[in-house]
């Protein structure tokens, strides 16, 4: 894509995070790809679909909607991936990825609370998303501080999801492998969905990349 690759994620974050017109608040995309995949049996990241890698497709889709402001979580087999994965603007390394994929929420939200008014969260192993449902994602989203968006499919909600500034909070103390089910059915929140019944498709095992491929 002609992008210059990841730097590490310092105290600041783009300008550009702030240099949106004021009735666009700055929403930072954030790609979580920093598991082991331990079911796959090799770096799933890096596995291919129609050429590209799953870090590099969901990176690219991202850009598409946050431009500059994109990260990329990694941890397992970490240069590979950041390798693969490197028209990501920012590069969080996680180095407690084998706590689960809430260690990684908490890190990318404490990485972002000064710069993000929500964080729009992805995976890297749901090959099936677009860029059209993140940005009905984020045009559905009022602008509250409280209110979530996520991605309603197979009679559940989950990623892709946005996260607005009072979730923060909440998201930096995750841990486990539960992910942030529970900020999403918090009380203190509005939750508003979008469907899109593809994100029901990820890839945990080399049999499910190869029926995706068939």
């Not at 894509?1 to 954030?30: C, F, W, Y």
């Not at 799933?44 to 799953?54: E, F, G, P």
């Not at 990623?159 to 009380?187: N, Q």
Request: include cysteine; charged fraction near 20%.
């Amino acid at each position: 894509m002609g992008h210059a690759a990841n730097v590490p994620l310092q105290s600041t974050l783009s300008t550009a995070a702030r240099s949106r017109t004021i009735d666009e608040k700055p929403v930072i995309a954030v790609v979580l790809a920093a598991g082991a995949a331990s079911r796959f049996g090799t770096t799933k990241q890096l596995a291919r679909i129609d050429d590209k890698t799953l870090v590099q497709h969901s990176v690219e889709l991202a850009r598409e909607v946050c431009g500059d402001n994109t990260i990329l979580v990694t941890g397992y087999d970490s240069a590979a991936v950041a390798a693969a994965g490197m028209a990501a603007r920012f590069l969080l390394v996680n180095d407690r990825y084998a706590d689960g994929i809430g260690s990684s929420i908490s890190a990318a939200a404490r990485a972002t609370s000064h710069a993000a008014d929500a964080i729009l969260i992805l995976l890297a192993d749901q090959p099936l998303i677009t860029a059209d449902h993140l940005r009905a994602l984020r045009q559905n989203w009022s602008g509250a501080d409280d209110e979530i968006v996520a991605t309603s499919f197979a009679d559940t909600e989950g990623p892709p999801v946005l996260f607005p500034r009072a979730t923060f909070e909440s998201l930096t103390v995750l841990s486990g492998d539960k992910g942030a089910r529970s900020v999403l059915h918090d009380a203190r929140f509005k939750l508003k969905t979008v469907e899109f019944q593809e994100a029901a498709v990820d890839i945990d095992t080399p049999e499910q990349l190869q029926q995706l491929l068939d």
